[in-house]
């Protein structure tokens, strides 16, 4: 079974910037596409950004409004999240995603594998 790792989660004051990783514990898992997720409490999972591992083509909605920034190391099949300027509406457990897929997708249930998730709390 693959295992997606999350690190880097922890409490930080708004405003500041904190930086999210993501290791798969297989290399050869046959993934094409990564992802992060987040959740806050009685909220649906949310989509952050995506990226593409082989040519590092990212994907982010709208909303994030560009304070946050995913990118890879295909070597050691990680993804990472850096999210700036935060605030607390960013406060959530961020979930890493991987899929077999090529296509950058917004759907959670696009992906295949996920990670048990790392918590982001941000303070006033």
């Known amino acids: 079974q693959v295992q997606l790792v999350e690190s880097g989660g922890g409490l930080v004051q708004a405003g500041e910037s904190l930086r999210l990783s993501c290791t798969a514990s297989?290399?050869?898992?046959?993934?094409?596409?990564m992802a992060w997720f987040r959740q806050a409490p009685g909220k649906e999972r949310e989509f952050v950004a995506a990226i593409r591992l082989r040519d590092g083509t990212t994907h982010y909605p709208d909303d994030v409004k560009g304070r946050f920034s995913i990118s890879r190391d295909i070597t050691k099949y990680a993804t990472y999240l850096r999210g700036d300027d935060l605030n607390s509406e960013d406060t959530a457990v961020y979930f890493c995603?991987?899929?077999?897929?090529?296509?950058?997708?917004?759907?959670?249930?696009?992906?295949?594998?996920w990670g048990q998730g790392t918590q982001v709390t941000v303070s006033s």
């Open positions: 297989r290399r050869d898992f046959g993934v094409n596409s």
């Open positions: 995603a991987a899929s077999r897929g090529v296509v950058l997708r917004r759907e959670p249930d696009s992906y295949d594998y």
